[in-house]
């Protein structure tokens, strides 16, 4: 029983439940919509995956455990929820670590997706799943497979701000997805 006049134990641990906690999960996968390929990164415990993107899903989780618990974990810390932040990263992983619903690229379109990958700016590529910051592309690869974050390319097409060559570069890449060549 929590001392401090917070309620912090009836919220995180006596109002806890598997349906609170799968409330806190889809708040989590709706927060990252288009940020798919860095979540499944993180999730799948890629030793590359950048320091940020999971720094950036942590805080995410802890929003989420926040707003549908009510919590104030401004107050209280974060590492009050941590029991429920835990339940929380499992059912994540179980459900995305493997890839999630990340389009795999068809066998013998991976070099030209992999070569325009590399050519994008850093933040579209890694809204694909990929990480540009190095000297060469280090794409999302899970089981012998490259796999991309379609809805975020399209989304940053949608979104326009992109320069010519590199929208043509994102819409050369998703119609190689498809299993369309140009």
Do not use: F, K
Not at 63 to 80: F, K, V
Not at 122 to 139: F, K
């Amino acid at each position: 029983m929590d001392d401090d006049g917070t309620g912090w134990d009836s919220v995180l641990v006596g109002d806890w439940s598997s349906e609170v906690r799968d409330r806190v999960v889809a708040l989590v996968e709706s927060l990252t919509v288009g940020w798919r390929g860095p979540l499944v990164r993180v999730l799948a415990e890629d030793p590359l995956a950048d320091d940020a993107w999971t720094e950036g899903l942590h805080r995410s989780v802890v929003a989420a455990i926040a707003e549908i618990t009510g919590a104030n974990l401004d107050e209280l810390g974060s590492q009050a929820a941590w029991a429920c932040y835990e339940e929380v990263w499992t059912v994540l992983q179980a459900r995305w670590a493997e890839g999630g619903d990340l389009a795999r690229v068809p066998l013998g379109q991976e070099p030209a997706v992999v070569r325009l990958l590399g050519e994008l700016p850093a933040a579209v590529a890694a809204a694909a799943g990929a990480d540009v910051r190095g000297t060469t592309a280090d794409p999302l690869w899970l089981g012998g497979r490259l796999r991309i974050d379609v809805l975020a390319l399209r989304r940053m097409l949608d979104g326009g701000g992109l320069a010519g060559a590199d929208e043509l570069r994102v819409e050369n890449v998703l119609d190689r997805v498809a299993g369309r060549r140009r």
